[in-house]
């Protein structure tokens, strides 16, 4: 009698994985899968969970070979180029461009004219910060923590 209720209980186990396999299969069930997926994702707890299981995995061996591997790859490579090239296109793309080659001419320049090369950096630096000044009026995004603009009261 004991054998007739084993077998009831694990038919109907594995009649319920059976049903649920099915049902994750079906479009309906695809569908709320990641309806919960991406609930669970955008919470604070499913950030949380997540921020944590991508940093143990780039802690680890594996995730540091595998970064390598990508970063070495023509996909990251293409990829990269994609997304310079998108924001290189933007308003804020050129300012910055236009500040990192102000920056590296003030450095060269002044490593030209014998300057050592802390000083020639220090120079850089100001020289950007003067050339940041200048857009900080056209973009707000530029400007310190320290100062507030109409965009960012």
């Known amino acids: ?29 695809r569908k709320a899968i990641a309806r919960a997926k991406a609930k669970y994702l955008a919470s604070n707890k499913g950030k949380e969970t997540m921020a944590r299981s991508r ?3 780039r802690a680890s061996d594996k995730g540091k070979k595998n970064i390598a591997k990508y970063m070495a790859s023509d996909k990251y490579k293409e990829a990269s180029a994609r997304r310079w ?11 910055d461009q236009t ?3 102000t ?3 003030t450095y060269r320049l002044a490593i030209k004219q014998g ?3 802390k000083l020639a950096r220090e120079k850089a630096e100001l020289a950007a910060e003067a050339k940041k000044a ?7 995004a530029f400007k310190s923590p320290d100062s507030r603009s109409i965009a960012n009261p």
């Open 1 to 29: 009698m004991a054998d007739v209720n084993i077998k009831k209980e694990v038919s109907e186990s594995d009649n319920h994985r059976t049903n649920r396999a099915r049902y994750a299969a079906s479009e309906k069930g």
């Open 55 to 57: 940093a143990k995995y």
């Open 85 to 95: 090239a998108k924001f290189a296109a933007t308003d804020k793309g050129k300012a």
């Open 99 to 101: 500040i990192r080659y």
């Open 103 to 105: 920056r590296t001419t």
């Open 115 to 117: 300057l050592s090369e």
């Open 134 to 140: 200048t857009f900080t009026s056209v973009f707000p």
